[in-house]
């Protein structure tokens, strides 16, 4: 996750906007530099070696933020991934090989409050019905942007009208 971060801004890929932070210090100076604010709240806490939204948490405040992120340090003893919170009531995950979708699925959440899409965790249900031509375009932009030609691809359109926002993608 951490790299991908770093690839995805790299190379123009849209992703929420994210922070890493290893301390409560770096987190202190994310704030001091105003590279984080009021404004970027909530943020999720991701385990950036994690699958299955395992290590994942909500943080709804900034005044909130500094005891929950020391506690997600302390108890996970790796860097925290902060992302913005993005408002979604669906997620889609495309499978593709040499840029071209191969196979996918609309993961529908049950609320836009659940955290997680994952059919086992927030009682998502799926939709095989995906808009594979109008996606092909912007998948294969992803695939020629990152180099990474073959992936399962988790992307949303927010609430808002703004998207498709990548979240991941599994090489």
Same mark, same amino acid.
């Not at 995805?8 to 994210?18: K, T």
């Given at each position: 996750k951490l790299a991908l971060r770093e690839l995805? @801004?790299?190379? $123009?890929? +849209? @992703? +929420? !906007?994210?922070w890493v932070v290893s301390s409560m210090q770096e987190y202190d100076k994310l704030l001091q530099a105003r590279e984080l604010g009021p404004e970027d709240f909530p943020l999720m806490l991701k385990h950036p070696y994690a699958a299955s939204s395992r290590g994942m948490a909500v943080c709804g405040s900034a005044s909130a933020a500094p005891q929950q992120i020391a506690a997600w340090l302390a108890e996970h003893q790796v860097p925290c991934l902060l992302q913005q919170r993005?408002?979604? $009531? !669906? /997620? %889609? !995950? %495309? *499978? =593709?090989?040499?840029? &071209?979708?191969?196979? $996918? =699925?609309?993961?529908?959440?049950?609320?836009? &409050?659940?955290?997680s899409t994952g059919t086992g965790i927030g009682g998502s249900t799926l939709d095989f019905r995906i808009p594979a031509a109008e996606l092909g375009p912007f998948v294969r932009d992803f695939a020629a942007? *990152?180099?990474? /030609?073959?992936?399962?691809? /988790?992307? @949303?359109? +927010? &609430?808002?009208?703004?998207?498709p926002v990548v979240f991941e993608v599994s090489p």
């Open positions: 995805f @801004a790299r190379v $123009g890929v +849209p @992703a +929420p !906007r994210s993005v408002r979604i $009531g !669906r /997620d %889609l !995950r %495309l *499978t =593709y090989v040499g840029g &071209e979708i191969v196979h $996918g =699925y609309w993961r529908v959440k049950s609320s836009t &409050e659940d955290l942007r *990152t180099g990474i /030609d073959i992936g399962g691809m /988790d992307i @949303a359109f +927010p &609430e808002g009208g703004q998207g």
